[in-house]
């Protein structure tokens, strides 16, 4: 078994998606990828204190154990409703249909 593992660390903003590439030593946990320094001061320290944590799109607890490859992703919270969001586009569609057939 390796000493170390290497993993990333991600947390996307509409202006910029930095990656960064951490070597643990191996048994590290998530908590432990976004107590790094180098994460701090990427990202903030109430990001990583705050945001929700996943690896690879799934949503997990700070104490996961990460594995060598694995890819740690910070997740914003949301600005609108998905639900309400998806009513105002297709209600927007609707009327633009409307004004097309209309004119």
Request: hydrophobic share 50%; charged share 30%.
């Amino acid at each position: 078994m390796a000493d170390t593992i290497a993993i990333e660390v991600t947390y996307a903003t509409p202006a910029a998606q930095p990656v960064l590439v951490l070597v643990l030593p191996a048994g590290a946990r998530v908590a432990d990828a976004l107590g790094h320094a180098t994460v701090r001061a990427a990202f903030g320290e109430m990001i990583c204190d705050t945001a929700k944590a996943g690896v690879f799109a799934k949503l997990v607890e700070r104490d996961q154990i990460l594995r060598d490859g694995d890819r740690v992703e910070l997740y914003r919270p949301l600005t609108a409703d998905p639900k309400v969001a998806r009513r105002k586009r297709a209600a927007k569609k609707s009327e633009a249909s409307a004004k097309k057939l209309a004119g």
